[in-house]
């Protein structure tokens, strides 16, 4: 089964710092991959960047950037130069081969409120 | 440039009424889904579909039905509303080229 866990139901961090938000993940699949989702308070759901299993360099996009650890199964998430903006849910988020039909698997998320 | 549509996107249900939420893309995806957002769950899989004119069941499926009879649609029932229904539903498609999720803006059903 797989499984995503992110251990951090809560962050508060100051304006123009930067932010780890963590992901842990559970599967037995070699080959898999891995979401980050925004969540801002108007609801929908923002992709934000996708890390393979078989990436060699860690995905990065604009001020996002993903910190792969194959080895201790994580995928966290490092926001740099955080802005007000920044606030919203985030969710990590799994897609294993053996799932089929390309289903995600989603973690519990982490509000992150970005302090002026 | 629509994307993945749902309607409606407010509703308030009395136990034991029924209803049916609408997904609607049009980006030609083969692959839709149905999820439930609950405070501390993040979001499950309820339904999803392959193609059309097939479904199949998601972690949570019980007490929900789901029609795929046009390639662009995804029809979510609630046949009998219960209290523990209530939730925002997202419904979502995926792109086959790169396996991007495309969501709705999302649902929020409220059953009394």
Redesign the interface.
Known sequence: AQKITQTQPGMFVQEKEAVTLDCTYDTSDPSYGLFWYKQPSSGEMIFLIYQGSYDQQNATEGRYSLNFQKARKSANLVISASQLGDSAMYFCAMRGASQGAQKLVFGQGTRLTINP | NAGVTQTPKFRVLKTGQSMTLLCAQDMNHE?M?W?RQDP??????IH?S?GEGTT?K?EVPDGYNVSRLKKQNFLLGLESAAPSQTS?Y?C?S?D?NT???F?G??S?LTVL
């Open positions: 692959y889904y999820y501390g769950m993040g979001l499950r899989l999803y392959v199949a998601g925002v997202f979502a995926t086959p396996g991007e999720l969501f803006e999302g929020r």
